[in-house]
Protein backbone atom coordinates (compact mmCIF):
# COMPACT_ATOMS: atom_id res chain seq x y z
CA UNK A 1 0.00 0.00 0.00
CA UNK A 2 1.10 3.12 -1.02
CA UNK A 3 1.34 6.17 1.11
CA UNK A 4 1.61 9.88 0.34
CA UNK A 5 2.61 12.89 1.94
CA UNK A 6 2.36 16.76 0.12
CA UNK A 7 5.65 16.37 -0.49
CA UNK A 8 6.17 13.15 -2.63
CA UNK A 9 2.21 14.27 -4.37
CA UNK A 10 3.75 17.01 -5.20
CA UNK A 11 7.03 15.77 -6.71
CA UNK A 12 4.32 13.31 -8.88
CA UNK A 13 2.35 16.07 -10.25
CA UNK A 14 5.72 17.35 -11.50
CA UNK A 15 6.21 13.90 -13.36
CA UNK A 16 2.86 14.62 -15.89
CA UNK A 17 3.56 18.37 -17.45
CA UNK A 18 1.37 18.57 -20.51
CA UNK A 19 2.11 17.15 -23.94
CA UNK A 20 3.10 19.44 -26.44
CA UNK A 21 -0.67 21.10 -27.89
CA UNK A 22 0.09 20.51 -31.37
CA UNK A 23 0.52 16.90 -30.63
CA UNK A 24 -2.84 16.61 -28.53
CA UNK A 25 -4.81 18.30 -31.11
CA UNK A 26 -3.06 16.36 -34.18
CA UNK A 27 -4.31 12.99 -31.65
CA UNK A 28 -7.95 13.93 -31.32
CA UNK A 29 -8.34 14.78 -35.27
CA UNK A 30 -7.77 11.32 -35.97
CA UNK A 31 -11.41 10.49 -36.13
CA UNK A 32 -11.67 13.57 -38.66
CA UNK A 33 -8.57 12.38 -40.51
CA UNK A 34 -10.30 9.42 -40.81
CA UNK A 35 -13.37 10.31 -42.19
CA UNK A 36 -11.12 12.34 -44.99
CA UNK A 37 -9.49 9.33 -45.77
CA UNK A 38 -12.65 7.22 -45.91
CA UNK A 39 -14.30 9.25 -48.74
CA UNK A 40 -11.13 9.88 -50.64
CA UNK A 41 -10.70 5.95 -50.90
CA UNK A 42 -14.82 5.56 -51.58
CA UNK A 43 -14.18 8.48 -54.16
CA UNK A 44 -11.47 6.96 -55.90
CA UNK A 45 -13.26 3.01 -56.17
CA UNK A 46 -16.14 4.95 -58.05
CA UNK A 47 -14.31 7.47 -59.89
CA UNK A 48 -11.50 6.12 -62.52
CA UNK A 49 -10.50 9.22 -63.82
CA UNK A 50 -9.65 10.10 -59.29
CA UNK A 51 -7.96 7.04 -58.97
CA UNK A 52 -6.12 7.06 -62.07
CA UNK A 53 -5.22 10.59 -61.23
CA UNK A 54 -4.04 9.97 -57.11
CA UNK A 55 -1.68 7.20 -58.72
CA UNK A 56 0.13 9.24 -60.99
CA UNK A 57 0.40 11.91 -58.65
CA UNK A 58 -1.32 11.89 -55.57
CA UNK A 59 -0.17 14.98 -53.42
CA UNK A 60 -1.37 17.42 -56.99
CA UNK A 61 -4.79 15.37 -57.52
CA UNK A 62 -5.65 15.83 -53.64
CA UNK A 63 -5.28 20.07 -54.45
CA UNK A 64 -6.94 19.99 -57.37
CA UNK A 65 -10.36 18.43 -55.79
CA UNK A 66 -9.82 21.04 -52.94
CA UNK A 67 -8.53 18.56 -50.26
CA UNK A 68 -6.48 19.06 -47.86
CA UNK A 69 -5.67 16.11 -45.62
CA UNK A 70 -2.97 15.78 -43.12
CA UNK A 71 0.34 13.94 -42.99
CA UNK A 72 -1.26 10.88 -41.57
CA UNK A 73 -3.96 10.74 -44.70
CA UNK A 74 -1.68 11.09 -47.57
CA UNK A 75 1.14 8.63 -45.93
CA UNK A 76 -1.71 5.86 -45.62
CA UNK A 77 -3.22 7.18 -48.97
CA UNK A 78 0.16 6.64 -50.69
CA UNK A 79 0.82 2.94 -48.41
CA UNK A 80 -2.69 2.03 -50.24
CA UNK A 81 -2.28 3.25 -53.90
CA UNK A 82 0.98 2.19 -54.48
CA UNK A 83 0.14 -1.50 -52.97
CA UNK A 84 -2.97 -1.40 -55.82
CA UNK B 1 -13.49 19.90 -16.40
CA UNK B 2 -16.24 18.14 -18.79
CA UNK B 3 -18.67 16.06 -17.60
CA UNK B 4 -16.54 13.14 -19.80
CA UNK B 5 -13.65 13.68 -17.33
CA UNK B 6 -15.78 11.57 -14.51
CA UNK B 7 -16.38 8.94 -16.81
CA UNK B 8 -14.08 5.70 -16.33
CA UNK B 9 -11.94 4.01 -18.85
CA UNK B 10 -14.45 1.49 -19.84
CA UNK B 11 -17.47 3.79 -20.22
CA UNK B 12 -15.24 6.34 -21.83
CA UNK B 13 -14.17 3.66 -24.36
CA UNK B 14 -17.50 2.66 -24.81
CA UNK B 15 -18.31 6.38 -26.06
CA UNK B 16 -15.53 6.46 -28.55
CA UNK B 17 -17.49 3.08 -30.17
CA UNK B 18 -20.30 5.08 -30.61
CA UNK B 19 -18.25 7.09 -32.61
CA UNK B 20 -18.68 10.60 -30.02
CA UNK B 21 -15.80 12.93 -31.09
CA UNK B 22 -15.86 14.63 -27.71
CA UNK B 23 -15.50 11.16 -25.79
CA UNK B 24 -12.71 10.43 -28.24
CA UNK B 25 -11.10 13.96 -27.44
CA UNK B 26 -11.28 13.35 -23.92
CA UNK B 27 -9.25 9.89 -24.16
CA UNK B 28 -6.56 11.52 -25.78
CA UNK B 29 -6.41 14.20 -23.31
CA UNK B 30 -6.52 11.58 -20.21
CA UNK B 31 -3.81 9.66 -21.79
CA UNK B 32 -1.60 12.09 -23.57
CA UNK B 33 0.32 13.16 -20.62
CA UNK B 34 0.84 10.13 -19.68
CA UNK B 35 2.03 8.96 -22.68
CA UNK B 36 4.30 11.93 -23.43
CA UNK B 37 5.99 10.65 -20.40
CA UNK B 38 7.28 7.31 -21.05
CA UNK B 39 8.88 8.39 -23.82
CA UNK B 40 10.68 11.32 -22.73
CA UNK B 41 11.00 10.80 -19.24
CA UNK B 42 10.78 6.41 -19.17
CA UNK B 43 12.76 5.63 -22.89
CA UNK B 44 14.16 9.47 -23.25
CA UNK B 45 13.59 9.51 -27.02
CA UNK B 46 13.97 12.46 -28.86
CA UNK B 47 11.40 15.19 -29.47
CA UNK B 48 10.58 14.19 -33.38
CA UNK B 49 10.74 10.20 -32.17
CA UNK B 50 8.33 11.11 -29.16
CA UNK B 51 6.28 12.59 -31.62
CA UNK B 52 5.88 9.83 -33.65
CA UNK B 53 5.57 7.16 -31.31
CA UNK B 54 2.77 9.67 -29.91
CA UNK B 55 0.72 10.13 -32.54
CA UNK B 56 0.97 6.35 -34.16
CA UNK B 57 0.29 5.24 -30.09
CA UNK B 58 -3.22 6.97 -30.35
CA UNK B 59 -3.58 6.07 -34.22
CA UNK B 60 -3.19 2.28 -32.94
CA UNK B 61 -6.07 2.96 -30.16
CA UNK B 62 -7.96 4.71 -32.56
CA UNK B 63 -7.97 2.24 -35.19
CA UNK B 64 -7.90 -1.07 -32.97
CA UNK B 65 -10.16 0.15 -30.05
CA UNK B 66 -12.81 -2.51 -31.09
CA UNK B 67 -10.36 -5.28 -30.12
CA UNK B 68 -9.86 -4.50 -26.59
CA UNK B 69 -11.42 -7.77 -24.87
CA UNK B 70 -11.42 -6.19 -21.21
CA UNK B 71 -12.93 -1.77 -21.71
CA UNK B 72 -11.50 -1.31 -18.26
CA UNK B 73 -7.82 -2.68 -19.25
CA UNK B 74 -7.74 0.80 -21.36
CA UNK B 75 -5.07 1.86 -19.38
CA UNK B 76 -2.54 -1.07 -19.14
CA UNK B 77 -3.61 -1.51 -23.11
CA UNK B 78 -2.15 2.03 -23.59
CA UNK B 79 1.09 1.56 -21.18
CA UNK B 80 1.58 -1.87 -22.73
CA UNK B 81 1.60 -0.35 -27.12
CA UNK B 82 3.55 2.88 -25.71
CA UNK B 83 6.47 0.93 -23.96
CA UNK B 84 6.36 -1.32 -27.25
CA UNK B 85 6.40 1.57 -29.26
CA UNK B 86 9.14 3.23 -27.52
CA UNK B 87 11.32 0.14 -27.82
CA UNK B 88 10.87 -0.74 -31.71
CA UNK B 89 11.96 3.40 -32.12
CA UNK B 90 15.01 2.68 -29.97
CA UNK B 91 15.71 -0.01 -32.54
CA UNK B 92 14.82 1.75 -35.45
CA UNK B 93 17.78 4.35 -34.51
CA UNK B 94 20.25 1.82 -34.26
CA UNK B 95 23.27 1.10 -32.09
CA UNK B 96 24.23 5.02 -32.75
CA UNK B 97 21.55 5.55 -29.85
CA UNK B 98 22.86 2.75 -27.88
CA UNK B 99 24.36 4.61 -24.70
CA UNK B 100 21.30 7.05 -24.43
CA UNK B 101 19.03 4.48 -23.64
CA UNK B 102 18.06 4.26 -20.09
CA UNK B 103 19.81 1.56 -18.15
CA UNK B 104 17.24 -1.16 -17.42
CA UNK B 105 16.86 -0.55 -13.72
CA UNK B 106 16.40 3.20 -13.93
CA UNK B 107 13.60 2.74 -16.82
CA UNK B 108 11.71 0.40 -14.57
CA UNK B 109 12.10 2.60 -11.67
CA UNK B 110 11.48 5.54 -14.05
CA UNK B 111 8.32 3.67 -15.71
CA UNK B 112 6.59 2.88 -11.93
CA UNK B 113 6.85 6.37 -11.25
CA UNK B 114 5.22 7.59 -14.06
CA UNK B 115 1.97 5.05 -13.45
CA UNK B 116 2.39 6.53 -9.76
CA UNK B 117 1.33 10.12 -11.24
CA UNK B 118 -1.09 8.45 -13.03
CA UNK B 119 -2.49 7.12 -10.40
CA UNK B 120 -1.90 10.71 -8.58
CA UNK B 121 -3.58 12.29 -11.75
CA UNK B 122 -6.87 10.10 -11.35
CA UNK B 123 -7.43 11.43 -8.13
CA UNK B 124 -7.15 14.62 -8.82
CA UNK B 125 -9.75 14.70 -11.65
CA UNK B 126 -11.68 14.52 -8.53
CA UNK B 127 -10.99 17.84 -6.92
CA UNK B 128 -13.02 20.81 -7.18
CA UNK B 129 -11.97 22.49 -10.78
CA UNK B 130 -9.99 25.47 -9.24
CA UNK B 131 -7.74 23.23 -6.92
CA UNK B 132 -7.30 20.95 -10.28
CA UNK B 133 -6.38 24.06 -11.90
CA UNK B 134 -4.23 25.35 -9.31
CA UNK B 135 -2.40 22.10 -8.76
CA UNK B 136 -1.98 21.03 -12.12
CA UNK B 137 -1.06 24.76 -13.07
CA UNK B 138 2.08 25.15 -10.23
CA UNK B 139 3.32 21.87 -10.11
CA UNK B 140 2.44 20.46 -13.71
CA UNK B 141 2.94 23.28 -15.94
CA UNK B 142 5.19 25.66 -13.56
CA UNK B 143 3.63 28.60 -13.97
CA UNK B 144 4.18 31.24 -10.98
CA UNK B 145 1.85 32.60 -8.07
CA UNK B 146 1.26 35.67 -10.23
CA UNK B 147 0.07 34.02 -13.48
CA UNK B 148 -1.90 31.60 -11.80
CA UNK B 149 -3.59 34.48 -9.75
CA UNK B 150 -4.16 36.33 -13.08
CA UNK B 151 -5.64 33.95 -14.81
CA UNK B 152 -8.16 31.92 -12.28
CA UNK B 153 -8.73 35.69 -11.34
CA UNK B 154 -7.64 35.10 -7.03
CA UNK B 155 -6.04 37.57 -4.98
CA UNK B 156 -2.54 37.12 -5.33
CA UNK B 157 -1.62 36.55 -1.80
CA UNK B 158 -3.81 33.96 -1.05
CA UNK B 159 -2.53 31.66 -4.01
CA UNK B 160 0.63 29.75 -1.83
CA UNK B 161 -1.82 29.09 1.03
CA UNK B 162 -5.12 27.28 -1.51
CA UNK B 163 -2.50 25.30 -3.29
CA UNK B 164 -1.81 23.81 0.44
CA UNK B 165 -5.03 22.78 1.27
CA UNK B 166 -6.20 21.76 -2.64
CA UNK B 167 -2.74 19.70 -1.87
CA UNK B 168 -4.26 18.28 1.36
CA UNK B 169 -7.25 17.46 -0.28
CA UNK B 170 -5.95 15.43 -2.55
CA UNK B 171 -3.79 13.80 -0.56
CA UNK B 172 -6.88 12.41 1.51
CA UNK B 173 -8.72 11.33 -1.64
CA UNK B 174 -5.57 9.10 -1.90
CA UNK B 175 -5.45 7.82 1.38
CA UNK B 176 -9.21 7.00 0.82
CA UNK B 177 -8.22 5.59 -1.98
CA UNK B 178 -5.81 3.60 -0.33
CA UNK B 179 -7.90 2.05 2.08
CA UNK B 180 -10.50 0.11 0.37
CA UNK B 181 -12.16 -0.41 -3.47
CA UNK B 182 -13.71 3.04 -4.73
CA UNK B 183 -15.42 3.98 -7.72
CA UNK B 184 -12.21 5.38 -9.51
CA UNK B 185 -11.87 5.38 -12.54
CA UNK B 186 -9.69 2.54 -14.09
CA UNK C 1 33.05 20.97 -18.67
CA UNK C 2 29.87 21.27 -19.98
CA UNK C 3 26.68 23.05 -18.02
CA UNK C 4 24.63 19.70 -17.25
CA UNK C 5 27.84 18.79 -14.71
CA UNK C 6 27.34 22.09 -13.04
CA UNK C 7 24.87 20.25 -9.95
CA UNK C 8 26.91 17.53 -9.49
CA UNK C 9 30.09 19.85 -8.53
CA UNK C 10 30.62 20.02 -4.89
CA UNK C 11 29.93 23.44 -3.41
CA UNK C 12 33.68 24.92 -3.66
CA UNK C 13 34.34 23.46 -7.28
CA UNK C 14 30.85 25.27 -8.36
CA UNK C 15 32.19 28.17 -6.72
CA UNK C 16 35.78 28.09 -7.92
CA UNK C 17 33.82 28.09 -11.65
CA UNK C 18 32.11 30.62 -11.21
CA UNK C 19 35.17 33.08 -10.17
CA UNK C 20 37.02 31.72 -13.64
CA UNK C 21 37.26 34.10 -16.02
CA UNK C 22 34.83 35.16 -19.20
CA UNK C 23 32.51 32.00 -19.17
CA UNK C 24 29.60 30.53 -17.77
CA UNK C 25 28.12 29.95 -15.12
CA UNK C 26 27.64 33.67 -14.48
CA UNK C 27 25.66 36.12 -12.91
CA UNK C 28 22.45 34.36 -14.11
CA UNK C 29 23.31 31.11 -12.59
CA UNK C 30 24.13 32.47 -9.43
CA UNK C 31 20.77 34.32 -9.43
CA UNK C 32 19.34 31.19 -9.77
CA UNK C 33 21.10 29.10 -6.75
CA UNK C 34 20.12 32.12 -4.80
CA UNK C 35 16.34 31.54 -5.18
CA UNK C 36 16.95 27.72 -4.93
CA UNK C 37 18.98 28.07 -1.49
CA UNK C 38 16.07 30.65 -0.46
CA UNK C 39 13.37 27.72 -1.09
CA UNK C 40 15.37 25.03 0.82
CA UNK C 41 15.24 27.39 3.84
CA UNK C 42 11.82 27.94 2.74
CA UNK C 43 11.29 23.77 3.07
CA UNK C 44 13.40 23.31 6.01
CA UNK C 45 11.16 25.96 7.90
CA UNK C 46 7.53 24.85 7.25
CA UNK C 47 9.05 20.86 7.62
CA UNK C 48 9.60 22.21 10.94
CA UNK C 49 6.79 24.11 11.57
CA UNK C 50 4.31 20.89 10.72
CA UNK C 51 3.35 20.01 14.54
CA UNK C 52 2.01 24.05 14.50
CA UNK C 53 0.95 24.77 11.37
CA UNK C 54 -2.33 23.35 9.27
CA UNK C 55 -0.47 24.09 5.84
CA UNK C 56 3.10 23.38 6.57
CA UNK C 57 3.45 20.70 4.77
CA UNK C 58 1.73 22.01 1.37
CA UNK C 59 4.33 25.24 2.05
CA UNK C 60 7.31 22.82 2.23
CA UNK C 61 6.21 20.60 -1.42
CA UNK C 62 5.67 23.91 -3.01
CA UNK C 63 9.26 25.25 -1.83
CA UNK C 64 10.61 22.03 -2.63
CA UNK C 65 9.15 22.19 -6.06
CA UNK C 66 10.39 25.69 -6.51
CA UNK C 67 13.83 24.87 -5.63
CA UNK C 68 14.04 21.97 -8.28
CA UNK C 69 13.14 24.07 -10.98
CA UNK C 70 15.89 27.03 -9.72
CA UNK C 71 18.67 24.65 -9.63
CA UNK C 72 17.30 23.66 -13.02
CA UNK C 73 17.16 26.93 -14.26
CA UNK C 74 21.13 27.64 -12.82
CA UNK C 75 22.06 24.95 -15.49
CA UNK C 76 19.70 26.46 -18.26
CA UNK C 77 20.88 29.94 -17.98
CA UNK C 78 24.79 28.79 -18.05
CA UNK C 79 23.58 27.09 -21.67
CA UNK C 80 21.57 30.02 -22.90
CA UNK C 81 24.07 32.61 -22.04
CA UNK C 82 26.81 30.62 -24.14
CA UNK C 83 24.68 30.09 -26.78
CA UNK C 84 24.15 33.91 -26.98
CA UNK C 85 27.90 34.36 -26.57
CA UNK C 86 28.68 32.02 -29.59
CA UNK C 87 25.98 34.20 -31.78
CA UNK C 88 26.92 37.45 -30.90
CA UNK C 89 30.53 36.17 -31.62
CA UNK C 90 29.73 35.16 -35.38
CA UNK C 91 27.20 38.60 -35.90
CA UNK C 92 30.17 40.41 -37.84
CA UNK C 93 31.12 36.85 -39.96
CA UNK C 94 30.94 36.46 -43.59
CA UNK C 95 27.82 34.64 -45.56
CA UNK C 96 23.78 35.04 -44.47
CA UNK C 97 23.72 37.98 -42.41
CA UNK C 98 19.79 37.35 -42.31
CA UNK C 99 20.20 34.19 -41.14
CA UNK C 100 22.94 35.06 -38.28
CA UNK C 101 20.91 37.71 -37.34
CA UNK C 102 17.78 35.90 -36.81
CA UNK C 103 19.65 33.10 -35.09
CA UNK C 104 21.16 35.66 -32.60
CA UNK C 105 17.82 37.24 -31.76
CA UNK C 106 16.35 33.92 -31.28
CA UNK C 107 19.62 33.24 -28.85
CA UNK C 108 19.53 36.88 -27.00
CA UNK C 109 15.71 35.97 -26.61
CA UNK C 110 16.30 32.56 -24.94
CA UNK C 111 18.84 34.14 -22.69
CA UNK C 112 16.38 36.86 -21.45
CA UNK C 113 13.77 34.34 -20.71
CA UNK C 114 15.38 32.68 -18.28
CA UNK C 115 16.08 35.34 -16.02
CA UNK C 116 13.03 36.44 -16.38
CA UNK C 117 11.42 32.61 -14.87
CA UNK C 118 14.13 33.15 -12.46
CA UNK C 119 12.88 36.78 -11.66
CA UNK C 120 9.89 35.13 -11.48
CA UNK C 121 10.50 32.43 -8.70
CA UNK C 122 12.20 34.40 -7.30
CA UNK C 123 9.39 36.25 -6.27
CA UNK C 124 7.04 32.91 -5.26
CA UNK C 125 10.17 31.64 -3.05
CA UNK C 126 9.95 35.35 -1.33
CA UNK C 127 6.01 35.10 -0.71
CA UNK C 128 6.60 31.64 0.37
CA UNK C 129 9.46 32.53 3.34
CA UNK C 130 7.17 35.49 4.15
CA UNK C 131 4.37 32.76 4.35
CA UNK C 132 6.04 30.70 6.41
CA UNK C 133 7.99 33.70 8.85
CA UNK C 134 4.33 34.54 9.64
CA UNK C 135 3.52 30.82 10.85
CA UNK C 136 6.69 29.42 12.02
CA UNK C 137 7.96 28.97 15.00
CA UNK C 138 10.37 31.78 16.68
CA UNK C 139 13.63 29.54 16.62
CA UNK C 140 13.04 29.73 12.63
CA UNK C 141 11.81 33.08 12.15
CA UNK C 142 15.47 34.25 11.24
CA UNK C 143 15.59 31.57 8.69
CA UNK C 144 12.36 32.39 6.83
CA UNK C 145 14.08 36.18 6.78
CA UNK C 146 17.42 35.03 5.29
CA UNK C 147 15.33 33.16 2.84
CA UNK C 148 13.34 36.39 2.06
CA UNK C 149 16.42 38.26 1.38
CA UNK C 150 18.18 35.64 -0.66
CA UNK C 151 15.28 35.20 -2.75
CA UNK C 152 14.72 38.62 -3.06
CA UNK C 153 18.58 39.68 -3.98
CA UNK C 154 17.79 36.59 -7.04
CA UNK C 155 14.76 38.31 -8.06
CA UNK C 156 16.56 41.54 -8.23
CA UNK C 157 19.49 39.80 -10.10
CA UNK C 158 17.85 38.63 -12.88
CA UNK C 159 15.19 41.25 -13.48
CA UNK C 160 18.54 43.16 -14.25
CA UNK C 161 20.07 40.72 -16.38
CA UNK C 162 16.39 41.04 -17.97
CA UNK C 163 16.92 44.51 -18.75
CA UNK C 164 20.14 44.31 -19.69
CA UNK C 165 19.59 41.88 -22.89
CA UNK C 166 20.16 43.16 -26.05
CA UNK C 167 16.68 42.84 -27.33
CA UNK C 168 14.65 44.17 -24.53
CA UNK C 169 13.42 47.78 -24.86
CA UNK C 170 11.79 50.22 -22.78
CA UNK C 171 8.26 49.08 -22.67
CA UNK C 172 8.71 45.24 -23.29
CA UNK C 173 6.56 43.35 -21.40
CA UNK C 174 8.91 40.87 -20.36
CA UNK C 175 11.13 44.07 -18.63
CA UNK C 176 7.68 45.31 -17.02
CA UNK C 177 7.18 41.43 -15.48
CA UNK C 178 10.56 41.14 -14.53
CA UNK C 179 10.34 44.38 -12.37
CA UNK C 180 7.04 43.42 -11.13
CA UNK C 181 8.86 40.46 -9.75
CA UNK C 182 11.83 42.11 -8.15
CA UNK C 183 9.41 44.74 -6.44
CA UNK C 184 6.88 41.56 -5.51
CA UNK C 185 10.29 39.86 -3.83
CA UNK C 186 11.56 42.98 -2.32
CA UNK C 187 8.08 44.00 -0.70
CA UNK C 188 7.71 39.93 0.79
CA UNK C 189 11.37 40.12 2.33
CA UNK C 190 10.68 44.04 3.14
CA UNK C 191 7.94 42.81 5.45
CA UNK C 192 9.60 39.64 6.54
CA UNK C 193 12.79 41.30 7.62
CA UNK C 194 10.76 43.80 9.86
CA UNK C 195 8.69 40.87 11.38
CA UNK C 196 11.85 39.98 13.26
CA UNK C 197 13.37 43.22 14.39
Redesign the interface.
Known sequence: ??????ER??E?????????EG??R???E???A?RSLDEIVARAEADLAFRQALVADLESALQLEGYEPDR?VVDELKRRFSES | MSQLSTLSDAELVQRCRE?N?DA??EL??RF??????VCT?GYRLSEEDA?DV??EV??RV?THLDTLRNDAALRPWIAQLTRRLCLDSITKRGREQATDEPMAEELAADLA??D???T??EA?ATLSDTCQEM??R?????Q????ISDELDLPS?TV??R??????K??TE??GR?EGPRGSRG | METEDYLDLRIDEFLDRLAEGGRAPGGGSAAALAVAFAAGLVAMVARCSRGSW??A???A??SL?IKE?AAQLARTDADAWQQASAALGEAGADGDAEGRDRELEQKLGHAAAVPLEIA??G??AA??AA?VGEYCEGAYRADAAAAAALASGGASAAAHLVQVNLTVQEGDERLKRAR??EQ?AAESAKRTLASIR
Do not use: H, K
Not at chain 1, 1 to 6: A, F, N
Not at chain 2, 163 to 168: D, P
Open positions: MTTYDDIGLLRVLPPAPWVAAQLPARR | GTWNVESRYVYARDFQFTFEIEAFVRLLDFFARDSYRTGASIARCLSLRLEN | EDAGVAQARELADALLASA
